[in-house]
């Protein structure tokens, strides 16, 4: 479980009470319905967002249009922060666009510069969460060059599912993913086919590693979906 240390990903103001206060006295709270943008790529990065409720994916669109799923943010969490703690010339790199109706505050850079001088525990947060987001983009170009398709797309589940795994890996307690995504975006995260995800899911349903119903999906036997991680 060390070396997954790079997916636990708590609420950003945990143990910052204070701070949390300061933060949303200078953001701006917003209700977001769902499917709706929040920024575009090559947008000026003007602000970042801490997601209070709901699930946003992270994308990119390539030169023939095809998109390419980064993250799926969760609610505690920060984002839209790379480009904004720095210069912010380049523009956005990525979309963000709501996946469910979510409630964000949304903070300008100005403000946000203004926290990170003046609270150095939001400053080794934002350095923190970056890091750890770094290691897993890194995870997922190792994944692209050395995995087959069924071990990129329990990785991708492990990935959605976490923490919740990890907080029951030594139970058999079931675990539902807690981000919906659709098939085809699921594809867009593994580089594969919405046909070859729908394949190899059903095989799993099949052998009783996962179940795949309204709900969503849910990993039965977690501690053998956890084994993936170490191959």
């Known amino acids: 479980m060390e ?23 200078l953001a701006v709270k917003r209700a977001v319905a769902a499917h709706r943008y929040l920024f575009v790529q090559g947008e000026p990065a003007t602000c970042a967002y801490y997601l209070e409720s709901g699930s946003v994916r992270i994308f990119r669109n390539d030169t023939l249009g095809k998109e ?3 993250f799926a943010r969760r609610a505690g969490e920060m984002f839209g ?6 210069t912010g010339e380049k523009g956005r790199q990525c979309n ?8 964000l505050f949304e903070i300008t850079k100005a403000n946000l510069d203004l926290l990170l001088c003046h609270h150095y525990s939001i400053a080794t947060k934002v350095m923190d969460v970056l890091g750890r987001r770094i290691r897993y983009l890194c995870e997922q170009v190792e994944n692209l060059m050395v995995c087959d398709v069924t071990t990129r797309l329990l990785k991708a589940l492990v990935y959605l599912s976490y923490p919740g795994l990890a907080d029951r890996a ?10 919906r995504l659709t098939q085809e975006q699921i594809a867009e995260m593994i580089g594969s086919c919405q046909q070859t995800v729908s394949e190899i899911l059903n095989r799993l349903a099949q052998d009783g590693v996962i179940r795949v119903d309204r709900k969503g999906i849910t990993f039965l036997r977690p501690a053998e979906a956890l084994q993936y991680m170490d191959d």
């Open 3 to 25: 070396t997954l240390w790079h997916l636990r990903e708590r609420d950003f103001f945990r143990d910052l009470p204070a701070e949390r206060d300061e933060f949303m006295s």
């Open 68 to 70: 390419c799923i980064v």
């Open 81 to 86: 922060l790379a480009e904004v703690v720095g």
């Open 96 to 103: 963000a666009q709501t996946l469910t109706p979510c409630c």
């Open 170 to 179: 030594s139970g058999e307690e079931p675990v539902t993913i807690p981000v």
